[in-house]
T-cell receptor
Framework: AAGVIQSPRHLIKEKRETATLKCYPI?????VYWYQQGPGQDPQFLIS???????DKGSIPDRFSAQQFSDYHSELNMSSLELGDSALYFC?????????????FGPGTRLTVT | AQKVTQAQTEISVVEKEDVTLDCVYE???????LFWYKQPPSGELVFLIR??????QNEISGRYSWNFQKSTSSFNFTITASQVVDSAVYFC??????????????FGKGITLSVRP
């Protein structure tokens, strides 16, 4: 079965640079969620999209932005990177019409800021 | 606001021991979903179980079992006859499900389980 795809899997950036993380949800899933997991921490919700519209927002810094495109893939754009942005970024997708609220997670993108 | 508490931070057992991971949650909603995820050292989040607030039946899946008690707001996870491959961080999570909306997951801090041979 198809799973959530995230790219790249690993990314190394320097402070003040920008990064773009991509997420390709499971086919026919209409909702995408982004989570940030710092070292030794639990995943924290950043933002979600349903049918290409932002549906909820968590503790996402103003330096970050995200969108969902017409093909339902999503991108998380991160600017002016800081050391504290080093984390594992997960994308998850779900099918709202399924009313199961079950989120399927991608393998994550490990971002290292040096 | 929703909250998940996993009071245990680290548990170490010897292979074949049974181990229970505790999870206590807080929510004002009457409809909600509870989850357990496993995060092995490789980092991915592996879905283990989802339980909705209307279903208090316990569930068993192989060596795994879950005990959901609304009266104590707990959703505990037991691994029977633990194996080295069970070594991972285990997260309990809560999703409130207001009608017609998507809902983010709120995770507990996670429990690091180490199973020694």
């Amino acid at each position: 079965a198809a799973g959530v795809i995230q790219s790249p899997r690993h990314l190394i950036k320097e402070k003040r640079e920008t990064a773009t993380l991509k997420c390709y949800p499971i086919p026919r899933h209409d909702t995408v969620y982004w989570y940030q997991q710092g070292p030794g921490q639990d995943p924290q919700f950043l933002i979600s999209f349903y049918e290409k519209m932002q549906s909820d927002k968590g503790s996402i810094p103003d330096r970050f932005s995200a969108q969902q495109f017409s093909d339902y893939h999503s991108e998380l754009n991160m600017s002016s990177l800081e050391l504290g942005d080093s984390a594992l970024y997960f994308c998850a997708s779900s099918n709202r019409q399924g009313v199961s609220y079950e989120q399927y997670f991608g393998p994550g993108t490990r971002l290292t800021v040096t | 606001a929703q909250k998940v508490t996993q009071a245990q931070t680290e548990i170490s057992v010897v292979e074949k021991e049974d181990v229970t991971l505790d999870c206590v949650y807080e929510t004002r909603d009457t409809t909600y979903y509870l989850f357990w995820y496993k995060q092995p050292p490789s980092g991915e989040l592996v879905f283990l179980i989802r339980r909705n607030s209307f279903d208090e039946q316990n569930e068993i899946s192989g060596r795994y079992s879950w005990n959901f008690q609304k009266s104590t707001s707990s959703f505990n996870f037991t691994i029977t006859a633990s194996q080295v491959v069970d070594s991972a961080v285990y997260f309990c999570a809560l999703s409130e499900a207001p009608a017609g909306a998507n809902s983010k997951l709120t995770f507990g801090k996670g429990i690091t389980l180490s199973v020694r041979p």
